[in-house]
């Protein structure tokens, strides 16, 4: 075996993972405040492409302001979606809750084409394509950076939770009724939550568009991002972290041993093998709270 | 007015266990069924089918799924995948030779077997983490269909289905696969009508409200899991095998793909989980709704003299979708057969129950 190729496969397919990562945080967000599987995330990715795309075309602002202002407008669509629609069906049983979601995934997906149009766009964020050489180690930069940004973002989230905002949404994390007993407001919080998840859906949607084009694909990374939300745990986002790096190294490694054997594309497999072993064995994931109902 | 009763009072168990208990709805089922037969006379055959068509295969398919759903409570989103089963291992039967009769039941049972490996995961977990293994289940079924040549039928995945031929007859015209999609649904229909009747459904039902509790009063939830899964199964491999042989003709792995899936769930929930007129509704708004709407939106734009895109026009249909599906949960979370009982109940006791308020 080629160690040099192997761990430039590990490698790159943990930066990869970083950015599976970055899709993810955004539904454990979600799920950790209100227990609600955000299965529009990947809507809500594509749109953030769009959007950004948008403002920067359309508009003709440069691209360092445009991604701020994007943000702001998702930061404004999330907290609208959930005062609009969840709020409403808050306490409903998980399967209407997870068909809203569909729904609300099949709007944002089919709204932003009718706009925009489906032929896919590039985002031109200027990282250059040469590859970085580490030794005898390709690296593409944009991947590189792409995981720069979801370890930003986590340790942002991170120092987020530790401020007075974030103390109320771990709370409402923890006990619902808990928090409202105390005078905290849980439909704010929730509200809130959808919001970062918006903004993590622009700074995922730049990325994924630099790198495959702002176009339908963006809202296929949805399975990838449960895979790693799972894995790690639902509502931990250093799980999400995590489990996105094992889950990218997995996927690559494992791709390149499959592929020759079953005639290429073997990693939707690996991916839906992952998501179901961890369900049937460890339903809670690596860092997840421990209270999943088995039968 | 219409039902000339003053409420449901039953005196026995014979008319308590009746399936229509009111003589009203009977009447209704026996018109709508009339009509039924009628319609390839009185319906030009472009719409017969083009929308008749669909619609009663994807009801008898919906209702599948509404069983292991709706009855059962148990996510489903593979539901696609286990159609591709029926509809593969009934056109690979009818291929080599075997009566279509036969091929039929072959690709139900075939998917009852594939069928009930999802409920395996069911037995392991419940709710989110049961749709999300299903899902995988899917993806996972789709790459098996892509990517073997020997049962998506060579290098262009497409599969020609063979004529359609039943108790001797051989099927081609558009009356004939008409009435090959209204006998499954009446069939399956009759089936989900008496299912609530019998001591299947409600154990299906107590499994559903309390799988514990259904335990404690003799239900083996395991079995009946099982069971709901493979019977759904055997519905919707003889629905995806009817669906190929009688409207696309050409078995291909996109008619069965997750968007299919999430398709026949949204269905089955807008219609109603548990309500066997919502699934006809409900199949009725998701399937003709959006092409009903964007024929209106290109009619109404022309009328005006607005150019629409053409990549617009294409993609709304989709966003119409999607926005009925969120427009119902959120005006009805239980769905339209919930609105449908809501009208029938209030114009039941119509108008004497005016004087209560």
């Known amino acids: 075996m080629d160690w040099v190729f192997l761990s430039e496969l590990a490698i790159n397919g943990a930066l990869t993972g970083l950015l599976y990562s970055l899709f993810a945080i955004g539904l454990v967000l979600i799920y950790k405040a209100s227990s609600v599987p955000n299965l529009a995330q990947g809507g809500l990715t594509m749109v953030g492409a769009y959007v950004v795309l948008a403002l920067a075309r359309d508009v003709g602002l440069p691209l360092w302001l445009a991604i701020p202002l994007a943000a702001v407008v998702m930061f404004g669509l999330g907290f609208g979606i959930e005062r609009v629609a969840l709020r409403r069906l808050a306490g409903r049983p998980v399967v209407m809750i997870l068909m809203l979601t569909l729904g609300l995934d099949i709007f944002l997906r089919g709204t932003t084409l009718a706009i925009w149009g489906g032929t896919s766009r590039s985002m031109e964020l200027g990282v250059s394509y040469d590859p970085l050489f580490l030794g005898d180690i390709f690296i593409s930069r944009i991947h590189l950076v792409g995981a720069g940004v979801a370890l930003a973002l986590f340790v942002a989230f991170m120092l987020f939770f530790r401020t007075r905002t974030g103390i109320k949404l771990r709370a409402i994390a923890d006990d619902y009724m808990a928090s409202w007993s105390v005078g905290i407001s849980v439909e704010r919080g929730v509200g809130l939550s959808w919001a970062l998840a918006s903004v993590v859906a622009v700074a995922a949607g730049v990325i994924w568009g630099e790198i495959q084009g702002v176009d339908q694909a963006l809202s296929l990374l949805l399975l990838k991002g449960l895979t790693v939300a799972v894995l790690g745990g639902l509502d931990s986002i250093l799980g999400a972290v995590i489990a996105g790096i094992i889950l990218g190294v997995v996927e690559n490694v494992g791709a390149d041993f499959l592929d020759p054997l079953v005639g290429g594309g073997s990693r939707e497999l690996i991916v839906a093998a992952v998501l179901i072993l961890t369900v049937m064995i460890r339903p809670h994931g690596l860092f997840g709270r421990h209270d999943i109902e088995r039968v | 007015m219409f039902y000339r009763l003053s409420g449901v009072h039953h005196a026995n168990y014979v008319s308590d266990s009746r399936i229509f208990k009111v003589p009203a709805d009977r009447n209704l089922a026996a018109f709508i069924f009339l009509i039924g037969i009628v319609a390839p006379f009185i319906i030009p055959s472009l719409y017969l089918n083009s929308y008749m068509l669909p619609w009663l295969i994807w009801t008898a398919a919906a209702l599948g799924l509404n069983l292991v759903t709706g009855w059962a409570g148990q996510l489903h989103l593979g539901y696609a995948a286990v159609m591709a089963v029926g509809a593969y291992s009934a056109i690979h039967a009818a291929r080599f030779g075997v009566p279509w009769e036969f091929a039929l039941i072959i690709g139900g049972l075939a998917s009852s077997v594939i069928g009930s490996l999802f409920a395996f995961a069911a037995l392991r977990v419940k709710g989110l983490y049961l749709a ?100 759904s199964s055997f519905i919707a491999g003889v629905s995806g095998a009817l669906l190929v042989a009688t409207f696309f003709f050409l078995a291909a792995p996109e008619q069965f793909s997750v968007n299919v899936s999430i398709q026949v769930l949204a269905m089955v929930i807008v219609g109603g989980l548990g309500s066997i007129i919502g699934s006809y509704f409900g199949v009725a708004l998701i399937l003709l709704v959006p092409g009903l709407v964007n024929g209106l939106v290109a009619t109404l734009s022309e009328w005006m003299g607005v150019q629409i895109d053409v990549e617009t026009l294409a993609h709304i249909p989709n966003a119409v979708y999607g926005a009925l599906i969120v427009i119902i949960l959120l005006i009805e979370p239980l769905g339209l057969g919930k609105l449908y009982g809501n009208i029938r109940d209030y114009l039941m006791v119509w108008p004497f129950d005016q004087f209560k308020k």
């Open chain 2, 132 to 231: 999300l293994t299903t899902l995988a289940m899917q993806f996972v079924m789709d790459w098996v269909l892509t990517h073997s040549p020997a049962i998506s039928g060579g290098s262009h995945a497409s599969l020609q289905s063979p004529t359609l031929a039943l108790l001797g007859q051989d099927i081609t015209s558009d009356t004939g696969y008409y009435y090959v999609a209204f006998g499954w649904c009446v069939l399956v229909t009759i089936f989900m009508l008496n299912l609530k009747r019998t001591g299947l459904g409600r154990a299906l039902v107590a499994v559903r409200e309390k799988d514990f509790a259904a335990a404690i009063l003799g239900v083996n939830s395991f079995y009946y899991k099982i069971l709901a899964f493979a019977t």
